[in-house]
């Protein structure tokens, strides 16, 4: 009986440590696996081009009418989640001598495509060759508190599922060319 209790503690140990001590950043459920997800390729290296729009942080940068984007709408409509997203945290690891930046996103406030995302937050990796790397740097933890219209979706990496995104400006002509986008696909019956 005594050895019985040791074993359920234990086990329920490695369950907690399991779900607060890290993880993938995904937002898979806990059996997925990389060949669950589709190879990061072809046009998804254009819609998920892990991109911060330079408008969104006061950038001056040509901005195209979101409701005439045809990317943004393919966006939309390909993405497994679109969301306000807030950063909650920046932090920064170095492999192999490089920064890694690790941006903690809450999609809590208001999912306005969700197709197989679970969490409310998401982690998202910025890498020095990632287009997004120059902005993060930049800001660095001065991103905490933005919001974001955040694009995400999962692809299968070499060892781990990655998450793939894009990051636009939190404003009514996107969410407006978002919701447009999602309301066709769902009529389309996609």
Same mark, same amino acid.
């Given at each position: 009986?005594?050895?019985?209790?040791?074993?359920?503690?234990?086990?329920?140990?490695?369950?907690?440590?399991?779900?607060?001590?890290?993880?993938?950043?995904?937002?898979?459920?806990?059996?997925?696996?990389?060949?669950?997800?589709?190879?990061?390729?072809?046009?998804?290296?254009?819609?998920?081009?892990?991109?911060?729009?330079?408008?969104?942080?006061?950038?001056?940068?040509?901005?195209?009418?979101? +409701?005439?984007?045809?990317?943004?709408?393919?966006?939309?409509?390909?993405?497994?989640?679109?969301?306000?997203?807030?950063?909650?945290?920046?932090?920064?690891?170095?492999?192999?001598?490089?920064?890694?930046?690790?941006?903690?996103?809450?999609?809590?406030?208001? !999912?306005?495509?969700?197709?197989? !995302?679970?969490?409310? +937050?998401?982690?998202?990796?910025?890498?020095?060759?990632?287009?997004?790397?120059?902005?993060?740097?930049?800001?660095?933890?001065?991103?905490?508190?933005?919001?974001?219209?955040?694009?995400?979706?999962?692809?299968?990496?070499?060892?781990?599922?990655?998450?793939? !995104?894009?990051?636009?400006?939190?404003?009514?002509?996107?969410?407006?060319?978002?919701?447009?986008?999602? %309301?066709?696909?769902? %009529?389309?019956?996609?």
């Amino acid at each position: 009986m005594r050895n019985s209790i040791s074993v359920q503690r234990f086990g329920l140990a490695l369950f907690l440590c399991g779900v607060g001590c890290g993880g993938t950043g995904t937002t898979a459920a806990p059996s997925a696996a990389p060949r669950d997800f589709p190879a990061y390729s072809g046009q998804a290296t254009t819609l998920f081009d892990d991109r911060i729009d330079g408008n969104s942080v006061g950038l001056a940068d040509v901005a195209t009418k979101p +409701r005439t984007d045809p990317v943004l709408r393919a966006r939309a409509q390909t993405a497994e989640a679109v969301a306000r997203a807030r950063v909650a945290t920046v932090s920064v690891d170095s492999t192999a001598g490089k920064p890694i930046y690790r941006l903690s996103l809450d999609l809590a406030g208001g !999912f306005l495509v969700r197709r197989g !995302f679970t969490d409310d +937050r998401v982690e998202i990796s910025v890498r020095p060759q990632s287009p997004a790397f120059g902005v993060v740097k930049w800001l660095d933890t001065r991103l905490i508190g933005r919001t974001f219209i955040g694009f995400f979706h999962r692809y299968a990496g070499a060892e781990d599922i990655e998450v793939k !995104f894009h990051l636009s400006a939190d404003d009514p002509d996107v969410l407006a060319a978002v919701r447009e986008a999602a %309301m066709l696909r769902e %009529m389309m019956g996609k």
